[in-house]
């Protein structure tokens, strides 16, 4: 089993920036790719950004393409979303997911079999 815990959440006006953090603990060493993904009220789950184990591979969605940066440390099994330039839009409630190596379709959240408890981010005009 493996363990996610986000952290990094809260309040930000528009223009500013936030960092999220993704801890993994347990048998990370059976992870293929992580991934960050948000939902909206009263909207379904999206997909935003994913990295492969090496960190070799990252991948956006074209939403968040050029203000958000997926990074890892395989030292600290941690992975990090640094979003800058926020927009309103981007309030949502952010989860961390862990895929096992079976598929590679790494923007769809069936795909990714572990999850952390999400985190809060809220961006104000």
């Known amino acids: 089993q493996v363990h996610l815990v986000e952290s990094g959440g809260g309040s930000v006006q528009a223009g500013g920036s936030l960092r999220l953090s993704c801890a993994a603990s347990?048998?990370?060493?059976?992870?293929?790719?992580m991934g960050w993904f948000r939902q909206a009220p009263g909207k379904e789950r999206e997909f935003v950004a994913a990295?492969?184990?090496?960190?070799?591979?990252?991948y956006y969605a074209d939403s968040v393409k050029g203000r958000f940066t997926i990074s890892g440390d395989n030292a600290k099994n941690t992975v990090y979303l640094q979003m800058n330039s926020l927009k309103p839009d981007d309030t949502a409630v952010y989860y961390c997911?862990?895929?096992?190596?079976?598929?590679?379709?790494?923007?769809?959240?069936?795909?990714?079999?572990?999850w952390g408890q999400g985190t809060q981010v809220t961006v104000s005009s």
């Open positions: 997911a862990a895929a096992l190596p079976r598929d590679t379709t790494y923007y769809v959240s069936e795909k990714y079999d572990y």
């Open positions: 990295i492969s184990r090496s960190g070799d591979s990252t």
């Open positions: 347990g048998r990370t060493f059976i992870i293929y790719r």
